[in-house]
């Protein structure tokens, strides 16, 4: 909450599952589009909000398996939980605003005489979340009945039915549109409300986010037959909301461009990245420059002294690169590694991307950078933190004058380069 100094240019509440992250898309390609446009674009003053219903559990399991960035608010568990940056820091508000009128045990109790419920992964059982298998058939039966039996004990719940097989039940408080209400009541009493905010989702647990008011929405092309149930009969009309034409993150790029919320250009859709210097700030730099590595050794772009010479323009002439196994050399020189490994991954799933880019101007010319960069290969993935120093050219150029990487995660089948 405390990364940005004023208002967020625009905030992104985006679902997972089927939203964000395209599970039929083996390549990654939405995802990694998006990825790039919001590194390079958006994250220096714009806030990254990830709406799941899936348990803290499942969600650190999902971002082991996509290349998926760092939000600055995680909401999971079906608006149950509010976490903050990467080390997740709960919000102790929002547990306190919850446990009115809630009582887990209870609905346990009560539930367990239902024998259309089968019980969910204990991971997915929360402190304010108790979440359900039902047939679709069954669902709205056992919904009336629930909501009957529970109010008849004192509780105020929230029954949600998704996917056409999950059924969650909530505090009446809870639930991704609240959090999200809840969020931007924080903001205001700081005097930091987002410019403007943009929702993103695919099922019937996401249909609160749209209800939100001043909000821009977007349903990707896959949504779900549940919300586009909703949106015929609650917001068909609504200029505000969209039905993409386009699947998950695609779908969120598309929207950015509709509503004129900024650039929706991501610098994956580049062909020449070399010339990409419009709106030029460091982390656009980060970002292109790990995305001609990629095509270099993809074999995507033409093996060429030209190329080379380019990307050792940006670099200073006493510029030191210091590789996570400690290794020291100028980067002009580690750059010539480069005309060994040209196309080395041509054909094979080689894919870059950066993470949680930071930048900070430390003098008139100079700014300091600090980011996650990643490498997946296949199932294979490995990552270091990069610390780097910048100077600013002439026509908004930036120079590389020191980079220094330490390994996140290494795996010994895959060297790594750069």
């Given at each position: 909450?405390?990364?940005?100094?004023?208002?967020?240019?625009?905030?992104?509440?985006?679902?997972?599952?089927?939203?964000?992250?395209?599970?039929?898309?083996?390549?990654?390609?939405?995802?990694?589009?998006?990825?790039?446009?919001?590194?390079a674009?958006?994250?220096?003053?714009?806030?990254?909000?990830?709406?799941?219903?899936?348990?803290?559990?499942?969600?650190?399991?999902?971002?082991?398996?996509k290349?998926?960035?760092?939000?600055?608010i995680a909401?999971?568990?079906?608006?149950?939980?509010?976490?903050?940056?990467?080390?997740m820091?709960p919000?102790?508000?929002?547990?306190?605003?919850?446990?009115?009128?809630?009582?887990?045990d209870?609905?346990?109790?009560?539930t367990?005489?239902?024998?259309?419920?089968s019980?969910?992964?204990?991971?997915e059982?929360r402190?304010?979340k108790?979440?359900?298998y039902?047939?679709?058939?069954?669902?709205?039966?056992?919904?009336?009945?629930?909501?009957?039996?529970?109010?008849?004990?004192?509780?105020?719940?929230k029954i949600?039915?998704?996917?056409?097989?999950?059924?969650?039940i909530?505090?009446?408080?809870?639930?991704?549109?609240?959090?999200?209400?809840?969020?931007l009541?924080?903001?205001e009493?700081?005097?930091?409300?987002?410019?403007?905010?943009?929702?993103?989702?695919?099922?019937?647990?996401?249909a609160?986010?749209?209800?939100?008011?001043?909000?821009?929405?977007?349903?990707?092309?896959n949504?779900?037959?549940?919300?586009?149930?909703?949106y015929?009969?609650?917001?068909?009309?609504?200029?505000k909301?969209?039905?993409?034409?386009?699947?998950?993150?695609?779908?969120?790029i598309?929207a950015?461009?509709?509503?004129?919320?900024?650039?929706?250009?991501?610098?994956r859709?580049?062909?020449?990245?070399?010339?990409?210097?419009?709106?030029?700030?460091?982390?656009?730099?980060?970002?292109?420059?790990?995305?001609?590595?990629?095509?270099?050794?993809?074999?995507?772009?033409?093996?060429?002294?030209?190329?080379?010479?380019?990307?050792?323009?940006?670099?200073?002439?006493t510029?030191?690169?210091?590789?996570?196994?400690g290794?020291?050399?100028?980067?002009?020189?580690?750059l010539?590694i480069?005309?060994?490994?040209?196309?080395?991954?041509?054909?094979?799933p080689?894919?870059?991307w950066?993470?949680?880019?930071?930048?900070?101007?430390i003098?008139?010319?100079?700014w300091?950078?600090?980011?996650?960069?990643?490498?997946l290969?296949?199932?294979?993935?490995q990552?270091c933190?990069?610390t780097?120093?910048?100077?600013?050219k002439?026509?908004?150029?930036?120079?590389?004058?020191?980079?220094h990487?330490?390994?996140?995660?290494q795996?010994?089948?895959?060297?790594?380069?750069f």
């Amino acid at each position: 909450m405390d990364r940005l100094k004023s208002s967020a240019r625009l905030m992104i509440v985006s679902d997972l599952d089927h939203t964000m992250v395209d599970h039929h898309d083996p390549e990654n390609t939405s995802i990694l589009r998006f990825n790039a446009l919001w590194e390079a674009h958006y994250r220096h003053d714009s806030l990254l909000v990830f709406s799941t219903g899936r348990s803290p559990t499942l969600y650190k399991q999902l971002r082991k398996e996509k290349p998926m960035i760092t939000p600055d608010i995680a909401i999971m568990s079906v608006g149950t939980e509010i976490t903050y940056g990467k080390s997740m820091e709960p919000d102790d508000g929002w547990v306190q605003f919850l446990n009115q009128k809630w009582d887990k045990d209870v609905v346990i109790e009560e539930t367990s005489k239902f024998p259309e419920l089968s019980r969910q992964a204990e991971t997915e059982q929360r402190p304010h979340k108790v979440s359900f298998y039902v047939k679709k058939e069954k669902a709205e039966q056992v919904t009336e009945a629930l909501n009957k039996v529970l109010k008849g004990r004192g509780l105020d719940v929230k029954i949600i039915y998704s996917g056409g097989i999950d059924l969650d039940i909530l505090p009446q408080g809870a639930g991704k549109g609240q959090a999200l209400a809840y969020l931007l009541k924080k903001f205001e009493a700081e005097g930091k409300r987002p410019v403007n905010t943009l929702v993103c989702g695919d099922s019937g647990n996401d249909a609160e986010l749209f209800s939100i008011p001043e909000v821009h929405g977007v349903m990707v092309s896959n949504a779900q037959e549940e919300l586009l149930q909703w949106y015929a009969a609650n917001a068909k009309n609504n200029p505000k909301i969209l039905h993409a034409s386009e699947r998950c993150a695609a779908g969120i790029i598309q929207a950015i461009g509709h509503f004129k919320l900024g650039t929706n250009i991501s610098p994956r859709d580049v062909s020449d990245l070399t010339k990409d210097i419009e709106n030029a700030h460091p982390a656009h730099e980060v970002v292109n420059f790990n995305l001609l590595l990629e095509k270099w050794r993809r074999a995507e772009v033409e093996n060429t002294e030209l190329f080379l010479a380019g990307l050792k323009a940006v670099s200073h002439p006493t510029g030191v690169f210091i590789h996570p196994s400690g290794t020291e050399s100028h980067i002009k020189d580690h750059l010539n590694i480069l005309r060994k490994v040209y196309g080395d991954s041509q054909g094979k799933p080689l894919k870059i991307w950066v993470d949680d880019v930071s930048a900070s101007q430390i003098g008139s010319d100079t700014w300091l950078l600090k980011f996650d960069k990643w490498e997946l290969y296949g199932e294979e993935r490995q990552g270091c933190v990069v610390t780097a120093v910048m100077s600013t050219k002439e026509s908004n150029w930036f120079t590389w004058l020191h980079v220094h990487q330490t390994f996140l995660e290494q795996s010994a089948k895959q060297e790594w380069l750069f």
